[in-house]
T-cell receptor, first 114, second 115 residues
Framework: DAGVTQSPTHLIKTRGQQVTLRCSPK?????VSWYQQALGQGPQFIFQ???????QRGNFPDRFSGHQFPNYSSELNVNALLLGDSALYLC?????????????FGPGTRLTVL | GENVEQHPSTLSVQEGDSAVIKCTYS??????FPWYKQELGKRPQLIID?????GEKKDQRIAVTLNKTAKHFSLHITETQPEDSAVYFC??????????????FGQGTILTVHP
């Protein structure tokens, strides 16, 4: 049973560039949530995708956007990168329903913006 | 929105001792409270969770208690072992409606278990 996977593992970009991060949910899961984890802090909710639509969003600017594909995998896009976007980006998957809030995390993508 | 406060920020214990980490939440509508363990450079791993319809849940050496009236919940680890050393995060969410599945995390507790 495959767990949540993310790619790439690490990424280095410069200010102003754009980046795309990818996530494949745990087998059987249909919902993907994205979180940003700054060093020494807890994860912060970015947004959640279900049925290929953004279902809810945290306090992140429009530079952060996403997409969910028919196979439930998801992408996180960040435009016009800022130094402050440097963080670990975590994807979490869950199965919609009565326990849909039980989320399992992927290993994350470490983004460094120079 | 929801706010979760976690204490202490660091906790150091001797192997075999118990460890307790406490969290408070602000939104009385929150009804799901998971705990995650994150080792250095690794993913947050769900170790135990509790829903608002129960007051306590136990899984081997780990237990979680919930006080809905006071809006706080705690993680208890008994007979600690060096491999329990990690950062522990509490979180809260409210299922249903437009907030379904959004986890709000505490700031984390660095637990160190000394052999």
């Amino acid at each position: 049973d495959a767990g949540v996977t993310q790619s790439p593992t690490h990424l280095i970009k410069t200010r102003g560039q754009q980046v795309t991060l990818r996530c494949s949910p745990k087998s059987g899961h249909d919902t993907v949530s994205w979180y940003q984890q700054a060093l020494g802090q807890g994860p912060q909710f970015i947004f959640q995708y279900y049925e290929e639509e953004e279902r809810q969003r945290g306090n992140f600017p429009d530079r952060f956007s996403g997409h969910q594909f028919p196979n439930y995998s998801s992408e996180l896009n960040v435009n016009a990168l800022l130094l402050g976007d440097s963080a670990l980006y975590l994807c979490a998957s869950s199965l919609s329903g009565s326990t849909g809030d039980t989320q399992y995390f992927g290993p994350g993508t470490r983004l460094t913006v120079l | 929105g929801e706010n979760v406060e976690q204490h202490p920020s660091t906790l150091s214990v001797q192997e075999g001792d118990s460890a307790v980490i406490k969290c408070t939440y602000s939104d009385s509508a929150s009804n799901y409270f998971p705990w995650y363990k994150q080792e250095l450079g690794k993913r947050p791993q769900l170790i135990i969770d509790i829903r608002s319809n129960v007051g306590e849940k136990k899984d081997q050496r780990i237990a979680v208690t919930l006080n809905k009236t006071a809006k706080h919940f705690s993680l208890h680890i008994t007979e600690t072992q060096p491999e329990d050393s990690a950062v522990y995060f509490c979180a809260a969410s409210k299922g249903g409606g437009t907030s379904y599945g959004k986890l709000t995390f505490g700031q984390g507790t660095i637990l160190t278990v000394h052999p």
